[in-house]
């Protein structure tokens, strides 16, 4: 797992366990459509021009009643 140092045990968007953190600071694309691995990407800016991407699997996200609104 790529963790920064000071992210917290749940996303801080949805307070749901994820599997890893990136680091953005540049254009990027999402795309999630089939996706084998992960089901929702929660986005938290940070200080800076940096966003911080927190990648839930599907696992992590079925049973939490809000596995439809990614
Ligand atoms: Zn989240």
Request: glycine residues 8%; negative net charge; contains cysteine.
């Amino acid at each position: 797992m790529d963790l920064p140092a000071d992210t917290p045990a749940r996303c801080p968007v949805c307070e749901t366990a994820y599997d890893s953190v990136s680091v953005h600071d540049s254009g990027l694309m999402v795309n999630l459509l089939d996706n084998p691995r992960y089901r929702r990407v929660c986005f938290e800016p940070v200080e800076g021009p940096a966003v911080r991407f927190y990648h839930h699997t599907h696992e992590q996200v079925i049973g939490r009643g809000d596995g439809e609104r990614d």
